[in-house]
């Protein structure tokens, strides 16, 4: 009887956990899926965190930083590979055009020529330095000419101290126009830069130098509207 019993507690059992298998392991699943969407989001609050304090230090740094760090980083890289070179008994600056490319140094070159080396006048010596280059590079050799003037002169072509050479250089018709052409050049470029207004000679002289005059039109030009009534009575004597 006994056995009967227990052999039916076992069998209801059994059933009972074989019904309960399958909702368990949805539960387990569930469970499972949910501390995966936990962690996901724990470790992406962790890398916004990150990436917050990551932007405010890049928002604290200067404007420039970038281009300070990428220069800083080529001056260190530079300083290493010369001293390689030094120890390896090279030159640098020959190990390092090895390494330009044509397209590289066809590209620097159309970069320099672009740029202008006029930087404005900085001295006498300098403004007439950038001139004498200027003028150098508009020479054309004459090797005809030069031919030419080494016959007559012969021996005095090439003087020595014994030679008495001054006064007898006579120059040509197209030297001579050369150098006009050159003048009037000049003149032409100092009249386009010049800061000098162009003076009226018909305009009315109510000013007694050349800073009274700037503050008459400084005056004319805010007040000159309330003003007209009172000039022109002044001019026709009119004036109370």
């Given at each position: 009887?006994?056995?009967?019993?227990?052999?039916?507690?076992?069998?209801?059992?059994?059933?009972?956990?074989t019904?309960?298998?399958?909702?368990?392991?949805?539960?387990?699943?569930?469970?499972?899926?949910?501390?995966e969407?936990?962690?996901?989001?724990?470790?992406?609050?962790?890398?916004?965190?990150?990436?917050?304090?990551?932007?405010d230090?890049?928002?604290?740094?200067?404007?420039?930083?970038?281009?300070?760090k990428?220069?800083?980083?080529?001056?260190?890289t530079?300083?290493?590979?010369k001293?390689?070179?030094a120890?390896?008994?090279?030159?640098y600056?020959?190990?390092?055009?090895?390494?330009?490319?044509?397209?590289?140094?066809?590209?620097?070159?159309?970069?320099?020529?672009?740029?202008?080396?006029?930087?404005?006048?900085?001295?006498?010596?300098e403004?007439?330095?950038?001139?004498?280059?200027?003028?150098?590079?508009q020479?054309?050799?004459?090797?005809?000419?030069?031919?030419?003037?080494?016959?007559?002169?012969?021996?005095?072509?090439?003087?020595?101290?014994?030679?008495?050479?001054?006064?007898?250089?006579?120059?040509?018709?197209?030297?001579?126009?050369?150098?006009?052409?050159?003048?009037?050049?000049?003149?032409?470029?100092?009249?386009?830069?010049?800061?000098?207004?162009?003076?009226?000679?018909?305009?009315?002289?109510?000013?007694?130098?050349?800073?009274?005059?700037?503050f008459?039109?400084?005056?004319?030009?805010?007040?000159?509207?309330?003003?007209?009534?009172?000039?022109?009575?002044?001019?026709?004597g009119t004036?109370?």
């Amino acid at each position: 009887m006994f056995s009967t019993v227990l052999s039916i507690v076992s069998a209801t059992v059994t059933e009972e956990e074989t019904t309960d298998t399958p909702a368990s392991q949805k539960r387990e699943a569930r469970l499972r899926q949910f501390r995966e969407l936990h962690f996901k989001r724990n470790e992406a609050r962790k890398l916004n965190h990150q990436e917050v304090v990551e932007e405010d230090k890049r928002l604290k740094l200067p404007s420039n930083w970038e281009a300070k760090k990428a220069r800083l980083e080529w001056e260190l890289t530079e300083d290493q590979k010369k001293k390689e070179c030094a120890d390896r008994g090279e030159d640098y600056d020959r190990v390092k055009l090895l390494e330009i490319t044509a397209d590289d140094a066809e590209r620097w070159e159309r970069k320099k020529k672009k740029k202008n080396p006029d930087t404005g006048f900085a001295g006498y010596a300098e403004a007439q330095f950038r001139q004498y280059q200027r003028l150098t590079k508009q020479i054309r050799p004459d090797l005809e000419g030069y031919e030419r003037q080494r016959e007559e002169c012969g021996e005095d072509f090439y003087p020595t101290s014994n030679s008495l050479i001054h006064g007898t250089h006579v120059p040509t018709k197209e030297g001579i126009d050369r150098m006009v052409e050159d003048v009037e050049k000049q003149i032409e470029k100092r009249a386009k830069y010049s800061r000098r207004r162009a003076y009226n000679d018909d305009a009315d002289i109510d000013y007694i130098n050349e800073r009274n005059a700037k503050f008459n039109k400084k005056a004319e030009r805010f007040y000159g509207k309330y003003t007209a009534e009172i000039k022109q009575n002044l001019e026709r004597g009119t004036a109370v």
